[in-house]
């Protein structure tokens, strides 16, 4: 792990009604970022940001709006963590999720195709059940960038259910395309080291 400047912060976009997720009232105690209601957004809040993180929740159609202001997030060496189904090209180069059609159980396994510091020490496979239900953690992909690594993936394709994308300006984007990975529990304790990690990535200290 490394420093990150002290100045970064994380706007963490807020889209659904209740309380914020586990993972942004995690970064507002550790006074890592801004919890903003996507209703309440201003471009003021994207130029202040060095991190990006938004939820599955997302008004994927309200959010073009703010297209450019993520995408000059990026192109300053910004990163974004994407949960959820990509319906829009948000920025340019993403593509619409595709769905595994009718999954089966063994639709559903999950590979660690790349080492990333977000799983370390943390099995894929150990996210494949919740209670002895299969597919929480996704049933489907959203196509890569070209360039994209991909981290995760599911079933006999190994379809990349988690990528990362390192723009050529050096911005950097992890796309999950499930439910909030940062609200990933379960039995094994391992799961735990998940969300903090992933404020330490979108804060840059994890490579």
Known sequence: MSASPPDRQILLVHSHYGAPPGLFALAEERGLGA???ER???RAHFNRAFGLVTT???DQI???RWSEAVQALLDR???WFCNGHIVRELIPGL???VPIAQAKRADLVLTAIAEHPIFEGVERSSFEENRGVAGFYGR???PPPDGA???TGVGPERLPLDWEWTLPSGGRMFSHAGNDMGGMGGPDPAHDKVAPRILDWTLGRLN
């Open 35 to 37: 919890v903003v209601r």
């Open 62 to 64: 309200g959010f073009l």
């Open 40 to 42: 309440d957004l201003t």
């Open 95 to 97: 593509r619409a999720y």
């Open 140 to 142: 489907g992909h959203n």
């Open 56 to 58: 599955s929740h997302l």
């Open 149 to 151: 690594a991909a981290i």
């Open 77 to 79: 060496g910004g990163r």
